[in-house]
């Protein structure tokens, strides 16, 4: 999982999947090539390039049953790429 560095604060945060796929969503609908994300940290406005973006976008898993299952939790920050 890929980080975001708020360039106001420098805070370092990552994004959920929800949050990802949401951004993805949305830029499709606009056709805009950046996604303003709220920094947690001083609520500065993020651009998030779109190809970030698609690096974070889970890889589509045709098998797994348990992960729709999932409630929504924080994604996991040590996660290797
Ligand atoms: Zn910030």
Known sequence: MRGVRC??????????VDQVVAALD????????HYGVECPRCRHL???PRGDL????PRPVESSA???AMPTSPAPSETPE
């Open 54 to 57: 698609e690096r974070m976008r």
């Open 26 to 33: 949305r830029l499709a609908e606009k056709s805009e090539s």
């Open 66 to 68: 348990e992960a729709t």
């Open 7 to 16: 360039q106001r604060c420098g805070h370092m945060f990552s994004l959920s």
């Open 46 to 48: 993020v651009k998030v």
